[in-house]
T-cell receptor, first 110, second 115 residues
C-alpha cells in the first residue's frame, strides 16, 4: 500500500522565519511528487517533482526531491502571514493515482 | 493554470435522498478525473479514478453502488451520492488531469451535509 508521511504535522513561526517541511514516501511505480497549498477549500498546486536533485523554485518557495532517500522538502523563506495554510504532499504512483500525506499545518504569526 | 469547476459548492440534503456533484474542466480536456473525500483536519482520501468513456476504478472500501461516478465526456465527471446518510457528510473534491505525467487541477470542493 502506498504511503506518504509528512512532518511536522503542525508548525508555528513568526513572519520572516524560514521553514522546511518534510515529506517521505513509499510508493510502487513512482511517477512524481507534488506539493499543494490548501487554505479554506481546494488545494492549489505548487510544484511537481520528478527528477532527483533538481530544485524547483517559485518566489520564496522552493522544493527538491531525493529519490534515493524517498523524500522531498518544501522550503519557505521570509514567511508571511499569507503563507499560513495546510501544505499537502502527494505522490503519484500506479495509474496516475495520488496518495496524499496528512499535511503540515503552518501558522505564521505577525 | 487550468480551471476546474465543481458544483455545487455546498449542499444540504435529507437522509435517503441522492445528491449529484459535477466536476468540469473548463479550458482543457481531462482524460482522467479523480474524486476525493476529506474529513475535517484530515487529508484527501482518494475515492475513485475515472477515465472518459470507461467505468470508474474505486478504491478499496468505497462502495461503487453508493458513490456512482460517470465520466461521460472529456470535460465532465459526476459523482452521485445515493441514499445519503449523515455519515456521508463530508467535503468532496474532484481533480482533473489532462494527460499522464501532468499535474492535476482541483475543483473548489463540495461541502455535503446530510440531515
Amino acid at each position: 500500500e502506498d504511503k506518504v508521511v509528512q512532518s511536522p504535522l503542525s508548525l508555528v513561526v513568526h513572519e520572516g522565519d524560514t521553514v522546511t517541511l518534510n515529506c517521505s514516501y513509499e510508493v510502487t511505480n513512482f511517477r512524481s511528487l507534488l506539493w499543494y497549498k490548501q487554505e479554506k477549500k481546494a488545494p492549489t498546486f505548487l510544484f511537481m517533482l520528478t527528477s532527483s536533485g533538481i530544485e524547483k523554485k517559485s518566489g520564496r518557495l522552493s522544493s527538491i526531491l531525493d529519490k534515493k532517500e524517498l523524500s522531498s522538502i518544501l522550503n519557505i523563506t521570509a514567511t508571511q502571514t499569507g503563507d499560513s495554510a495546510i501544505y499537502l504532499c502527494a505522490v503519484e504512483g500506479y495509474a496516475g493515482k495520488s496518495t496524499f500525506g496528512d499535511g503540515t499545518t503552518l501558522t505564521v504569526k505577525p | 493554470g487550468a480551471v476546474v469547476s465543481q458544483h455545487p459548492s455546498r449542499v444540504i440534503c435529507k437522509s435517503g435522498t441522492s445528491v449529484k456533484i459535477e466536476c468540469r474542466s473548463l479550458d482543457f480536456q481531462a482524460t482522467t478525473m479523480f474524486w476525493y473525500r476529506q474529513f475535517p483536519k484530515q487529508s484527501l482520501m482518494l475515492m475513485a479514478t475515472s477515465n472518459e468513456g470507461s467505468k470508474a476504478t474505486y478504491e478499496q472500501g468505497v462502495e461503487k453502488d453508493k458513490f456512482l461516478i460517470n465520466h461521460a465526456s472529456l470535460t465532465l465527471s459526476t459523482l452521485t451520492v445515493t441514499s445519503a446518510h449523515p455519515e456521508d457528510s463530508s467535503f468532496y473534491i474532484c481533480s482533473a488531469q489532462q494527460g499522464a505525467r501532468t499535474e492535476a487541477f482541483f475543483g473548489q470542493g463540495t461541502r455535503l451535509t446530510v440531515v
